[in-house]
């Protein structure tokens, strides 16, 4: 799962296994290690009508409302966005290949492109 933040903006972009894991089992995690210290962010289902964050210690969580997780592994959606109260920006996308060749990506696992020609 890639984490993007920017300004007061989230963005995940999940693999097909990611989605089906979120989709089968209400949770996705991964993490980074810097300066010694993990960082860890993760996106749950929770039974709400909203998003919601939690931040605790070097762990982000995204709470999700498992509504909209389901049947996301095996429809066209793209992805889901919202604004929370503190105009926290999250955007929550199924990852697709880039339409250029990156040497350094391994893009066996993501969605096609609906731009790329194949």
């Known amino acids: 799962m890639k984490l993007r933040i920017k300004s007061n903006s989230i963005r995940l972009r999940l693999t097909k296994t990611e989605v089906g894991q979120l989709v089968k089992e209400g949770i996705v995690s991964d993490y980074f290690i810097i300066g010694g210290n993990r ?33 996301w592994d095996i429809n066209d959606k793209v992805g889901f966005e919202t604004t929370l109260e503190n105009d926290l920006y999250i955007l929550i996308e199924k990852d697709f290949k880039c339409l250029t060749e990156r040497k350094h990506e391994i893009e066996d696992d993501m969605y096609q492109n609906p731009r790329s020609s194949h």
Do not use: V
């Open 39 to 71: 960082f860890e962010y993760t996106l749950k289902s929770h039974n709400a009508l909203k998003f919601s964050t939690e931040l605790k210690e070097n762990h982000l969580i995204i709470l999700m409302p498992s509504e909209k997780i389901s049947g």
